[in-house]
């Protein structure tokens, strides 16, 4: 009890809130996928209060002096002990709804968030697969009954970008811009690169329309670029982004016959390029085991491998990409409260 409370407690509630949000995620990916309503409930607060308590008895007596009629009764002890402990969490849970659901959810995702992540380290190509609609007019993959395959431009753009920001070959900065605004600028590093990678550089600008002298490239947001020293990323929301994961989720093909769901996307066109599946989210009747995360809909179990960590990252992908999305006012993060007294 005690101080000896809060390492055990903090690990156990940061589990069971991970594992929470994780089912949730899932479950609304798969409703999406059947034109059902997501429904996010955040946990706004956690308050654990403790209370142990014990007792112990002992009591006796000896009799002595004058025998009653049915003679000595003799002497006696007694002993009795007793304890209680008591645990009472109180969680506080908020729907996402209203202004803090169009913030969290329906808001694009800033285009320079998603630059400066990828100067962190993430995959160039995952993050723009995800993240954005189109780049420069070249449009990603779009999922669903109205969707469309990938340019063939934007995968290459891609799979170059890939191989440049392993060259070490992209950078980014701010630059001050005029009444105190910043501006995100791309800058591709030519030096000390392979030939194989100034000409992979070459190619990317060939293929956004870029000025192929232009040092330092804006990055804003857009549908289209305006000039040839701009990229223009029409990055997609929250809500955007699940509507594709649900795309891409395994129904059972009784579901489509039966018109409780739609089928397969569109089918990309023989010889030409196309991107990688985001996530796979596979279906079955029977529960499954050794799983990342899983969840029961509509008497069938989806579930994540936990042997799929393209998957996984995914999911680490969206804890990440809603934090960049709100915007005004913060939801109240979980907070852990424990009564160590």
Do not use: C
């Given at each position: 009890?005690?101080?000896?409370?809060?390492s055990?407690?903090?690990?156990?509630y940061?589990t069971?809130i991970?594992?929470?949000?994780?089912?949730?995620?899932?479950?609304n990916?798969?409703?999406?996928?059947?034109?059902?309503?997501?429904?996010f409930m955040?946990i706004?607060?956690?308050?654990?209060?403790?209370?142990?308590e014990?007792t112990?008895?002992?009591?006796?007596?000896?009799?002595?002096?004058n025998?009653g009629?049915?003679?000595?009764?003799?002497d006696?002890?007694?002993?009795g002990?007793?304890?209680?402990y008591?645990?009472r969490?109180t969680?506080?849970?908020?729907?996402?709804?209203?202004?803090?659901?169009?913030?969290t959810?329906m808001?694009?995702?800033?285009?320079s968030?998603?630059?400066?992540?990828?100067?962190?380290?993430?995959?160039?190509?995952?993050?723009?697969?995800?993240?954005?609609?189109?780049?420069?007019?070249?449009?990603?993959?779009?999922?669903?009954?109205?969707?469309?395959?990938?340019?063939?431009?934007?995968?290459?753009?891609?799979?170059?970008?890939?191989?440049i920001?392993a060259?070490?070959?992209?950078?980014?900065?701010?630059?001050?811009?005029k009444?105190?605004?910043?501006?995100?600028?791309?800058?591709?590093?030519?030096?000390?690169?392979?030939?194989?990678?100034?000409q992979?550089v070459?190619?990317?600008?060939r293929l956004?329309?870029?000025?192929?002298?232009?040092g330092d490239?804006?990055i804003?947001?857009?549908?289209d670029?305006?000039?040839?020293?701009?990229?223009?990323?029409?990055?997609?929301?929250?809500y955007?982004?699940?509507?594709?994961?649900?795309?891409?989720?395994?129904?059972?093909?009784?579901?489509?016959?039966d018109?409780?769901?739609?089928g397969?996307?569109p089918?990309?066109?023989?010889?030409?390029?196309?991107?990688?599946?985001?996530?796979?989210?596979?279906?079955?009747?029977?529960?499954?085991?050794?799983?990342?995360?899983?969840?029961?809909?509509?008497?069938?179990?989806?579930?994540?491998?936990d042997?799929?960590?393209?998957?996984?990252?995914?999911?680490?992908?969206?804890?990440?990409?809603?934090?960049?999305?709100?915007?005004?006012s913060k939801i109240?993060p979980?907070?852990?409260?424990?009564?160590?007294?």
């Amino acid at each position: 009890m005690g101080p000896n409370s809060v390492s055990r407690d903090r690990f156990d509630y940061i589990t069971a809130i991970s594992e929470s949000w994780k089912k949730q995620m899932l479950l609304n990916i798969v409703k999406l996928r059947y034109a059902d309503v997501p429904v996010f409930m955040d946990i706004g607060q956690v308050i654990s209060g403790y209370e142990l308590e014990g007792t112990l008895t002992a009591g006796g007596g000896i009799l002595t002096g004058n025998k009653g009629a049915q003679g000595n009764l003799g002497d006696f002890l007694n002993f009795g002990a007793g304890g209680r402990y008591l645990d009472r969490p109180t969680v506080t849970y908020s729907p996402l709804t209203g202004p803090d659901f169009v913030k969290t959810m329906m808001t694009p995702f800033p285009p320079s968030a998603i630059m400066f992540l990828i100067e962190a380290g993430w995959p160039v190509e995952s993050m723009l697969q995800i993240g954005v609609q189109a780049i420069n007019g070249l449009r990603n993959h779009r999922g669903g009954p109205l969707g469309h395959p990938a340019d063939p431009e934007f995968v290459m753009v891609l799979r170059l970008l890939k191989q440049i920001q392993a060259a070490g070959g992209v950078g980014f900065k701010l630059q001050r811009e005029k009444e105190g605004e910043e501006a995100t600028m791309l800058m591709f590093h030519t030096r000390r690169l392979t030939p194989e990678t100034i000409q992979n550089v070459a190619d990317v600008r060939r293929l956004l329309r870029l000025n192929p002298d232009a040092g330092d490239i804006h990055i804003t947001y857009g549908a289209d670029m305006l000039s040839d020293k701009e990229i223009a990323l029409h990055t997609r929301s929250g809500y955007q982004v699940l509507i594709e994961l649900a795309s891409q989720v395994a129904v059972p093909v009784e579901h489509i016959t039966d018109h409780r769901t739609y089928g397969q996307g569109p089918a990309v066109p023989e010889g030409t390029v196309s991107l990688a599946s985001l996530i796979s989210i596979r279906s079955g009747t029977e529960r499954p085991s050794d799983t990342f995360t899983q969840v029961r809909y509509r008497d069938h179990w989806y579930w994540v491998d936990d042997r799929d960590l393209l998957s996984k990252r995914v999911f680490t992908f969206l804890t990440v990409l809603f934090t960049l999305s709100e915007t005004g006012s913060k939801i109240q993060p979980p907070i852990l409260t424990i009564r160590a007294n």
